[in-house]
């Protein structure tokens, strides 16, 4: 009889189909619900990464406004009435014509050409290797480098 009791109770608990029906809706709620609060969590913190961005893009803003500024302010100060005042106010004077003293040079030519070190075609470097684009080219400088190098045990 016991058995009896327990078998009508598992008959009693099988899943009718309005069960099943009521079972499904439940369960897809569940995964809207998880879904849901994923997508409010990545909205959030989409939300709070732009707030971010706007944040430094407003402190760009501002210091490029703070350069420009001081960037004029330099420009201010660096005007010619300003330096030649500056440059008074510490004791120098415009130069006159009395206060001018030519040197002269001998030998030397203002006009001449405005090179360092005259140039010269004649070098004492040895030539350039000529590029062959053979293989067979190639084996020849190699084996002409190792006998020069030989050569230059032999000599020392």
């Known amino acids: 009889m016991a058995q009896h009791r327990v078998q009508h109770t598992f008959e009693r608990m099988s ?3 309005q ?3 009521a079972a499904l809706g439940i369960l897809g709620v ?3 619900l998880i879904f849901s609060g994923i997508y409010l969590s990545q909205v959030a913190s989409f939300a709070t990464t732009n707030r971010q961005i706007e944040e430094a893009i407003a402190e760009r803003d501002r210091l490029e406004r703070t350069n420009e500024q001081l960037r004029a302010q330099i420009a201010e ?10 440059a008074e106010a510490l004791g120098f004077r415009a130069a006159t014509s009395s206060d001018i003293e030519f040197i002269v040079v001998d ?6 050409a405005r090179t360092v070190v005259p140039i010269s075609l ?9 590029y062959d ?3 067979s ?3 020849q400088q190699q084996w002409d480098a190792l006998r020069r190098q030989f050569d230059g045990f032999g000599g020392s």
């Open 77 to 86: 100060l660096e005007t010619i009435p300003r330096l030649l005042a500056r």
């Open 133 to 135: 684009e053979t293989f």
């Open 122 to 130: 004649e070098a004492d470097t040895a030539p350039v290797a000529q």
């Open 137 to 139: 080219g190639w084996v």
């Open 107 to 112: 030998g030397y030519n203002p006009d001449r």
């Open 15 to 17: 899943l009718r189909p």
């Open 30 to 32: 569940m995964i809207m």
């Open 19 to 21: 069960n099943q029906v």
